[in-house]
């Protein structure tokens, strides 16, 4: 057992800070996060305007169809947190329910976005096409690679649960993941306005 | 601690009070695409730029627990993100982003 796993009869957990040494880290990771997405939304800004030969991004952005990726994956912040809410109550099946559907909202958002690269591919906006083309690839594709990680840990989550082998708080696991799933869906909300909605 | 969908957990809201926030987000992201169809005027991108602030903010203080739970943990999330923004005004700046 870690000293995450001890607390005292008020609740507070034996450790320097009195806080799940967990959560600390895992919120220190997402304020490293926001570093990383910085750098990729500012060199996508930068370059947006560069598309050489290629197309621009209004002749190419569907906005109805990632307006509603954008809900998706929005919905899947409310159902997430709908399992942490049944995670801390104890109550199982619902844990798993609303892990699985949050799990599926996003296997839907990269469906989408995998469908959206194929059609910019084929309107001609390959990964080298141009400066635009690449730094919106990579900035869009780091973000599809996050939900694809969450999803794997979600998936995870519940076989591990499943089979009783998870260390620590259960509770406690399912908030860690929903941490990392809620950030993934904060950074949309900042891509989708300022990537999507604001025209170059 | 029993199921109860109206009174407030010592983990954050209800889950009642988790959907009348995903409404809420789920309006203002109308209200966002609705400006790519409207014209907004001089308003388009400081209304924007508000709404996805405002989006961000009910995300991480309600769904990320941030606004019931202990300070510390808003202080390493939020210099992360101030330390961001500052690092890419700036490094957007020496290219003349802004000008």
């Known amino acids: 057992m870690t000293a995450n796993t001890h607390a005292d009869e008020h609740g507070a957990l034996h450790t320097s800070t009195g806080l799940s040494n967990n959560k600390l880290g895992m919120w220190l990771f997402l304020g490293s996060e926001c570093l990383l997405f910085g750098g990729l939304i500012s060199t996508y800004m930068l370059y947006r305007g560069r598309v050489g030969a290629g197309p621009r991004p209004s002749q190419v952005f569907d906005i109805p169809f990632t307006s509603v990726s954008s809900f998706v994956l929005l919905m899947s912040s409310l159902t997430m947190v709908l399992a942490v809410s049944a995670a801390h109550k104890g109550d199982d099946r619902n844990t798993y329910l609303w892990i699985t559907v949050t799990a599926l909202l996003g296997a839907t958002f990269v469906g989408g976005q995998v469908y959206e690269f194929t059609a910019f591919y084929n309107e001609g906006m390959g990964f080298t096409t141009s400066l635009f083309s690449s730094s919106f690839y990579v900035l869009t594709g780091f973000h599809g690679v996050h939900v694809t990680v969450g999803i794997i840990m979600l998936m995870s989550i519940v076989g591990i649960m499943k089979r009783s082998k998870v260390p620590g708080s259960k509770a406690e696991t399912v908030e860690m993941i929903g941490l990392y799933w809620h950030f993934v869906d904060i950074v949309w909300i900042i891509i989708f306005t300022l990537i999507y909605l604001i025209p170059a | ?99």
Request: hydrophobic share 60%.
């Open chain 2, 1 to 99: 601690m029993t199921t109860d969908t109206h009174t407030t957990t010592e983990h954050g809201m209800s889950n009642a009070g988790y959907v009348r926030i995903a409404l809420i987000l789920a309006a203002i992201t109308a209200l966002e695409v609705s400006t790519y169809y409207v014209d907004f005027g001089p308003l388009f991108m400081p209304a924007l730029m508000i709404m996805m602030a405002i989006k961000f903010v009910i995300v991480v203080s309600y769904f990320m627990h941030l606004k019931f739970d202990n300070k510390l943990f808003s202080w390493v999330f939020y210099a992360g993100l101030i330390l961001a923004i500052i690092v890419y005004i700036v490094a957007l700046s020496t290219f003349h982003f802004f000008s």
